[in-house]
Nanobody, 123 residues
Framework: QVQLVESGGGLVQAEDSLRLSCAAS????????MGWFRQAPGKEREFVSG????????YYADSVKGRFTISRDNAKNTVYLQMNSLKPEDTAVYYC????????????????WGQGTQVTVSS
């Protein structure tokens, strides 16, 4: 049984930083691409960032380039999202996801999902 468990969300002020973590179990972690998506109220789930199974390739939505950094530790079966210079428009539930290559921004393609963690950025 695959489980993805996110942590690290919270309430912060604009320009603050947060680091999200996603611990995976029940899958061969180093064979999966990992991604972060987010969904704000009334909006569709959107791609934020992705990382290949080796960690050698990373992908970012234009809205977070230069502010967010994705990384993974295959020894710990964990993927991270370092979020700096947070903006109120980053407010959303953030979801971790796992999928076989190739990477896609289409959320409905991804195989496995976590339960999400709330990030709220106040102005």
């Amino acid at each position: 049984q695959v489980q993805l468990v996110e942590s690290g969300g919270g309430l912060v002020q604009a320009e603050d930083s947060l680091r999200l973590s996603c611990a995976a179990s029940g899958l061969t972690f180093n064979r999966y691409g990992m991604g972060w998506f987010r969904q704000a109220p009334g909006k569709e789930r959107e791609f934020v960032s992705g990382i290949s199974w080796t960690g050698g390739n990373t992908y970012y939505a234009d809205s977070v380039k230069g502010r967010f950094t994705i990384s993974r530790d295959n020894a710990k079966n964990t993927v991270y999202l370092q979020m700096n210079s947070l903006k109120p428009e980053d407010t959303a539930v953030y979801y971790c996801a796992a999928d076989h290559p190739p990477m896609t921004e289409k959320y409905y393609i991804w195989d496995y999902w976590g339960q999400g963690t709330q990030v709220t950025v106040s102005s």
